[in-house]
């Protein structure tokens, strides 16, 4: 229950194209999820996040979507750029915890 | 714009070897976390620390496993007698204040490699 399941694993994508990764978690504890990417050889930093009392949150080029009812939340990356390539996790916290969970990360890489 | 460093980069050691891992969280930051990831897999919770004590652990962090900050700067963590399985590549992470919500600033990680 403490899992955050996401996919895909790879994705390639054409530079300008719509990336698209999504995520799923049973834990109705959770009320924090943010994205995480991560460069070659560099630690995780965070991207955007959100919170389940919203539907959508939008930075720059960047939008996650959440559906509370299906317990789905999903990563957006509009006219996406070479300089997107890298791991993207999505992640959840819960508000008792101290802990972030992890999704498996998803592997992207923009085809210039 | 402060970041977590983290020393080594990469650190070597036999099975059976005590490997201390070091961290210096940014300044003003009050809790302090390890995380791992073994090679292609998700990163896992190890542990957290606040105000000189563990606050949380995972099953992970079994007492092979020991955190600790000895002085203003460094947070360490230290595996006693290391197995193969412990090879991954560990990420150290700071916060200002207590979350929810709050970032967490991960430093760019030890790759430990267990022979």
């Known amino acids: 229950q403490q899992q955050v399941k996401q996919s895909p694993q790879s994705l390639i994508v054409q530079k300008g194209g719509i990336s698209i990764i999504n995520c799923a978690y049973e834990n109705t504890a959770f009320d924090y999820f943010p994205w995480y990417q991560q460069f070659p050889g560099k630690g995780p930093a965070l991207l955007i996040a959100?919170?389940?009392?919203?539907s959508e949150k939008k930075e720059g080029r960047f939008t996650i979507s959440f559906n509370k009812s299906a317990k789905q939340f999903s990563l957006h990356i509009m006219d996406s750029q070479p300089g997107d390539s890298a791991t993207y996790f999505c992640?959840?916290?819960?508000?008792?915890?101290?802990?972030?969970?992890f999704g498996k990360g998803t592997r992207l890489h923009i085809l210039p | 714009e402060p970041e977590v460093t983290q020393t080594p980069s990469h650190q070597v050691t036999q099975m059976g070897q005590e490997v201390i891992l070091r961290c210096v969280p940014i300044s003003n930051h009050l809790y302090f976390y390890w995380y791992r990831q073994i090679l292609g897999q998700k990163v896992e919770f190890l542990v957290s620390f606040y105000n000189n004590e563990i606050s949380e652990k995972s099953e992970i962090f079994d007492d092979q496993f020991s955190v600790e900050r000895p002085d203003g700067s460094n947070f360490t963590l230290k595996i006693r007698s290391t197995k193969l399985e412990d090879s991954a590549m560990y990420f150290c992470?700071?916060?200002?204040?207590?979350?929810?919500?709050?970032?967490?600033?991960f430093g760019p990680g030890t790759r430990l490699t267990v022979l």
């Open positions: 992470a700071s916060s200002p204040d207590y979350r929810p919500g709050g970032e967490q600033f």
């Open positions: 959100i919170r389940p009392d919203v």
């Open positions: 992640a959840a916290e819960a508000n008792r915890d101290d802990k972030i969970i």
